[in-house]
């Protein structure tokens, strides 16, 4: 059997379905409420407590968003001559014929994608309690709504390519969110730098 090795701890694994679990329902739940989608409503016993479910799985969310600020930030927050280079190549997803540069940990379309949603879920939790608490201030209520559904479009766009890419796009990539392992070989090829790190190179 390949030998395996551990890219993300029990706690990421466990942090990242409760932001995945949380942020998907959301967008299912803030999705009918946009559109006003009966049946989804009716899946929660109606609106109004369809609104109390959202409104406390925004609070599980950004718990989970915060808590997940010490596994991802530092890394996110670093780029080398390599990872510009990666850009500049596009990752390697435009053509087979670039040669893409040796990545760390995260390549750069994974710490922009973490500080998109750090931004956005931070706009659209704030905007949220916004909505929640504030009714009776129609000020608050506007820009809360108007800031509240720009950051649903960001995350709309960023959590299918997201998905796409954690799955059909790069096979084998989904059981690091199951279990937090990859194939060593794998982890050699793609992310020689933290192997050459961590010693395992
Ligand atoms: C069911 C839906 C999802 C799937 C299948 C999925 C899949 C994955 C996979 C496979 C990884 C590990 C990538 C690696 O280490 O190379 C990952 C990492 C991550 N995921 Fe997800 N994910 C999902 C939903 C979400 C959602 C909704 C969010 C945030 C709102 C999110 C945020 C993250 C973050 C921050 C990381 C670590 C850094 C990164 O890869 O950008 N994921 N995901």
């Given at each position: 059997?390949?030998?395996?090795?551990?890219?993300?701890s029990v706690?990421?694994?466990?942090?990242?379905?409760?932001?995945?679990g949380?942020?998907?329902?959301?967008?299912?739940?803030?999705?009918?409420?946009?559109f006003?989608?009966?049946?989804?409503?009716?899946?929660?016993?109606?609106?109004?407590?369809?609104?109390?479910?959202?409104?406390?799985?925004?609070?599980?969310?950004?718990?989970?968003?915060?808590y997940?600020?010490?596994?991802?930030?530092?890394?996110?927050?670093?780029?080398?001559?390599?990872?510009l280079?990666?850009?500049?190549?596009?990752?390697?997803?435009?053509?087979?014929?670039?040669?893409?540069?040796?990545?760390?940990?995260?390549?750069?379309?994974?710490?922009?994608?973490?500080?998109?949603?750090?931004?956005?879920?931070?706009?659209?939790?704030?905007?949220?309690?916004?909505?929640?608490?504030?009714?009776?201030?129609?000020?608050?209520?506007?820009?809360?709504?108007?800031?509240?559904?720009?950051?649903?479009?960001?995350?709309?766009?960023?959590?299918?390519?997201?998905?796409?890419?954690?799955?059909?796009?790069?096979?084998g990539?989904?059981?690091?969110?199951?279990?937090?392992?990859?194939?060593?070989?794998?982890?050699?090829?793609?992310?020689?730098?933290?192997?050459?790190?961590?010693?395992?190179?």
């Amino acid at each position: 059997m390949a030998e395996m090795i551990r890219k993300s701890s029990v706690d990421e694994v466990v942090n990242h379905l409760i932001l995945a679990g949380t942020c998907i329902l959301l967008m299912i739940t803030g999705y009918a409420f946009l559109f006003h989608v009966e049946i989804i409503g009716a899946l929660f016993g109606g609106f109004n407590t369809m609104k109390t479910v959202h409104n406390w799985l925004g609070v599980a969310f950004i718990l989970s968003l915060l808590y997940s600020l010490h596994h991802y930030l530092i890394d996110a927050l670093e780029y080398d001559a390599d990872d510009l280079q990666w850009f500049k190549v596009a990752g390697g997803y435009l053509s087979h014929k670039v040669k893409v540069p040796p990545m760390g940990k995260y390549n750069p379309g994974q710490k922009l994608y973490y500080l998109a949603v750090v931004v956005f879920g931070m706009t659209i939790t704030i905007s949220g309690f916004g909505l929640w608490f504030f009714q009776s201030n129609a000020t608050v209520m506007l820009y809360s709504h108007l800031i509240h559904n720009i950051s649903f479009c960001v995350f709309v766009i960023a959590v299918p390519v997201h998905i796409y890419l954690g799955t059909l796009a790069n096979p084998g990539t989904f059981q690091i969110m199951v279990n937090g392992m990859m194939p060593l070989k794998d982890a050699q090829k793609k992310h020689p730098k933290w192997i050459k790190a961590i010693g395992k190179m």
